[in-house]
């Protein structure tokens, strides 16, 4: 029999649910807002909480906005097009703190304020569709069937006039597009684009349909911004290193005049990207290695290192490898670590990892709003030497 509860809402949990109370028992309720009173239907009740969907908003918030996709709520990509956008950025924030707070016991650190996308729909430059039986489209929320969509409201309005003719007939089960600097869009499923060249910054930079590449033009640009900010001037003896590299994004944007430029990554694709964009700006002092970072990367670092060393980790979604930060933690030769992530919850668990023992110490973090209208924060974080 299904049941239904009733509760008021005080916050906003990572993922998007609203977080009430009922019987003392906290409630995660998806479709909520913090400041409602809300009915739900339980999906799952455990003994230490209650998850649930709403089905009647009672109190409404001033916050609460009417999404813009007709999809919403079927489709898994967006998960907060019911709130203001300025009420996204406050509780972005709030949840990349608590989590650090929370999981990495780390409460002596400096948050900067999140960095707003300049559009928080049409900002996608790259998406991945799925096969339906009559068009493309997305993952169903929490399911692997597929809904089928004319148009997406937060892709580039490039890649929607491509997806507007995308028949499924005789295609491939999944297919990468995106969108250049342009509005030119390529596709991972068409003879002959491979490769195309991008342009950020003003530096045009090899990308390719078929390798990882930041969804925000903006937010990207701006976390390049942040990161040369931050390891300032008077880097000419040193070296910049790129773990899980891609294409070679970083290493390409910054403006230090670093005497080695070095990036690991495992996709052939990427690293032909990076290769081929060094050989094209005419770059002498930057090398780009495939292989797994978790197994080569400090083989290379060996190699490669001068007399003082800084080092990017930008992993997949799910972290870094504990292995690889067990070694980033004792490695002596680094004067500074810099971590891009795309899930708070990881950055946590591996800010834990390379601050145990007190070789690191956290020194702050800066959220950029890279997915508005859904769940994900991207963050960087810098890790210093304590002082002496």
Known sequence: MTKHLRTNIYSLAFGASGVGKVD??????????????????????????IEGDV????????????????????????????????KELFHKKEQLVQLIRRIASDKDFECDDI????????????????????????????????????????????????LAGLSPAGGKDEITLKEDHEGRVWRSDRPGERFFLDRYAGVDIYMSPKAFSQPNRYISEKIAATLESWIGPSWDD?????AYCGVGFYSFLLGQDFRLRVGVDSSRTAIDCAKTTAKRLEWGNVKFYRGEVEKDFFEIFNRTKKRRNLLLVDPPRAGAARDFLEKVKEC?????????????????????????????VLGRVKPFDMFPRTKHIEALAEFVKPKT
């Open 55 to 86: 089905t009647e908003i009672l109190v409404p918030s001033a916050d609460r906005r009417e999404p813009v996709c007709r999809y919403y709520n079927k489709c898994g990509g967006c998960q907060i097009q019911h709130l203001s956008y300025e």
């Open 115 to 162: 960095v707003a996308s300049r559009d928080c729909y049409h900002y996608r430059s790259s998406v991945t569709l799925h096969k339906g039986l009559e068009r493309y489209g997305y993952y169903r929320r929490k399911a692997k069937d597929v809904i089928e969509i004319e148009e997406c409201p937060i892709a580039g309005e490039g890649i929607n006039r491509e």
């Open 332 to 360: 002596d030769d680094l004067e500074r670590v810099y971590y891009l992530s795309c899930d708070p919850a990881r950055l946590a668990r591996d800010i834990k990892i390379l601050t145990a023992g007190g070789g690191w």
């Open 24 to 49: 003392g028992k906290v409630c995660f309720v998806r479709g909520a807002l913090p400041g409602e009173e809300v009915m739900f239907e339980v999906v799952k009740d455990t003994s230490r909480y």
């Open 238 to 242: 040193a070296a910049f290193f790129e």
